[in-house]
């Protein structure tokens, strides 16, 4: 449903009301005025002395309404009015269905099926952020230790040790890190943990390093997937312990690990043994409550994990996120609990927000819907100096836009989650105004319905960032001509 003339209407009758209760106040000053002045002369008949306070209580000043300051009150929402003009012709020929939602500061100024279910694609990961910096501590860190039966003895630890996988999604060797076109990568490196055993004065370990992911379930590739994504490696496999995105090669191709926690083990057992320490073997199994701590590395905050995410859209680190919120939130640390726990917060967010139906923390899943109303309420209510704001791709510049609106006047300005999928593509975002004065820009673009062939999305998508920073100005204040002011 078009929402445009609504909004116009509504924008245009504030204006005229605003100006005539400005008109009528200045009128209604002066009489006030002289009716003070009156009543304080006849009070200094009977009191002289308080005359001259009196007078000075009445004494006129510049009155705080005058038609001469009806011009700067009625420039918001004369700007506001220009802008839904021009923006009402942008959705004409789009796909069906999509829809289009853009906010000018905190006033709706385009709901072009503000409320329509649509698939989001990768757009879905500003609703995982948004759930994570809730429920979870943004100053957090995922955790992945090294423990044993008993602590090492003269450097010497007997029997098995346990690599003990905390849900970190970032956790990878520097040679994966840096195989990555943009750089640099946020990530933990696995070498620090295996120098964090050296320097625990571990020389031998008398047993295997066992991969113990047991903190999520052992679901690797989930269900809503299309198959396609396993030979197009769209994610590695999920789990509580994967280095390297639980891939064992990546280039030229990326070969996936049949257990990403019997592989985690395997590469700290490498790294390990080029730092002298000598290792029994390596495997899986699940560390005994009573084990002793050896050795640990820590993530970075969570806080700058969901940045880094979105900026890249990195589906490994959102299927992570997801299931350590089903963890803290219900105790399972599932996609389908994490699931739920999104759109819990989301609808506490949003109240109505009946479009939303998460099944992944990536977007990946073609079942995945929400509307550009609810991406718009949340990114309105988070604003662009936020975690999220702070970590959307900035186009020319950063993460999935680094490529695009080179040379344009968009470069800088448009900052934006990116979302793409067979038929579907999505753009979420914030655009920074070519004037101070002017309000913030925020948007929710998503298509579907969107044809395989050609650009035809990603078209859309430039033509609208092309407009959103091209929207018009506001009204020349000292041109405006008002009843008792002055041109």
Known sequence: MRHHGAVRKAIITIVILTALALMVVPLALPWRATRDLAAAEREAEIR????????????PGPPLLTPRRIPEVLAEPVTLARI???????????????????????????????GLALTPASVEKVMTAVAALDDLDPESRFTTALVGGAPPADGIVNGDVWMVGGGDPVLATREYADSFRR?????????????????????????????????????????????????????GPIGALAVNDGFVEWD????????????????????????????????????????????????PPVAEIVRAMLRESDNDTAESLIRELGLVVSGDGSTEAGAQAVEQVVSERVPGSEAVAVYDGSGLSPSDTTSCEVLTSLLVEEGPDSVIGTGLPVAAETGTLAHRFIDTPV????????????????????VEPSDPGDPLITFAQLLNGVPLEGRVGLE????????????PDGPDIARITVPGGRQ
Do not use: M
């Open 252 to 299: 030229p191709v990326r070969v996936e690990a049949g257990d990403p926690a019997a592989h985690a083990a395997a590469e700290l057992a490498v790294l390990l043994a080029e730092r002298g320490v000598v290792v029994g073997g390596t495997g899986v199994g699940v560390a005994p409550d009573d084990a002793v701590p050896i050795a640990r590395v820590d993530s």
């Open 183 to 235: 750089q640099p990568q946020l990530f933990t490196p696995l070498e620090d943990l295996a120098d964090a055993v050296v320097a625990a004065g571990v020389t031998r370990i008398r047993g295997r390093i066992l991969g113990d992911d047991s903190r999520y379930d052992r679901v690797r590739f989930l269900p809503s997937w299309p198959e396609r994504y396993r030979s197009q490696k769209n994610a």
């Open 48 to 59: 002289p002395q308080a005359v001259a306070r009196s007078e000075r209580a009445v004494e």
């Open 460 to 471: 859309l998508q430039e033509q609208l960032a092309l407009i959103l920073v091209d929207l």
């Open 411 to 430: 470069a800088g300005r448009l900052h934006a989650k990116t979302g793409l999928l067979n038929h579907v593509n999505g753009l979420a975002g914030f």
């Open 84 to 114: 839904a003009d021009y923006l009402e012709p942008v959705t004409r020929g789009w796909p069906e269905p999509s829809c289009l939602v853009v906010y000018a500061g905190d006033h709706r100024v385009l709901d072009f099926n503000g």
